[in-house]
């Protein structure tokens, strides 16, 4: 099958990479030195089970998508809508979408832009990029997928390459589950430069006070939404540092780039959303805010680079 990746940062490259070791003819476009790097020499998945050079195709250009049966588009959601608009052209008739990204609107703002319809994904995976062609894997990897026409034979096919997926009724739910997630952690890890594990195993601190802070200021604007998280949301949360111990926060990898964060659509989603239904967010606002005024110093922030 042809795929193609348009945003192959950590994200896109993992999932990229691992249905590339199955025998999928895989298409990265990502940035120019990453994509310079896998022509070259192949794309280096390191995971915690294996360390493997796989072959791929990489470009800079949407139009790449050419021909490809599935498009998975990984970019940042500050990128949404011109990613879209790049991709439009190029997509071929019949091509399965699937939105591969944080936030809880992605999918529908990109299938505004593209007219036709996109499957939302929930990513649960602990990636980073350690060099260029390089994309290292801490944890987790599985996917929640909406029904469609497709799913199943999408669940299948990555089930094969070693991808859990599940089809849910529920993605809705589940991607604002995901989005609490990235409000406990993201911030605080761009903020103090720690993993996840860091985070959490630090005595004397109320870290723990902090985290029920956040979720139950989204827990408010998502039932304010009509969006019931689950009942174990905040223990999700505590755990989940256990299970990617190691990890630094998307948020705070781009940061550490000189790359302008998707804060914006994570606490700062939460703050804005909760402005409209006239719900106060205070904690979320003052990481939200934390976060901006990091990115005030960086050059690619400045230019409006994702």
Known sequence: MKIAVMGAGAVGCYYGGMLARAGHEVTLIARAHHAEAVNAQGLLLETQAFAQRVRVAAGTDASAVRGAQWVLVCVKSTDTESAGRALAPHLAEGAVVLSLQNGVDNAERLQAVIGRPVIPAVVYVATEMAGPGHVRHHGRGELVIAPSPTSADIATTLGAAGVPVQISDDVAGALWAKLVLNCAYNALSAITRLPYGEIMNSPGLAVPQAMQDIVDECRQV??????????????????????MPAQMSSTAQDLARGKRSEIDHLNG?????????????????????????????LPAAQGGAA
């Open 269 to 297: 989603f939460i703050v804005h959303r909760g402005e409209a239904l006239g719900i106060a967010t205070p904690v979320n606002r003052l990481l939200h805010t934390l976060v901006r005024l990091l990115e005030k110093n």
């Open 222 to 243: 998502a039932q304010a939404s009509g969006i019931a998280l689950p009942a174990d949301t905040l223990d999700a949360v505590l755990r989940l540092a256990a299970t």
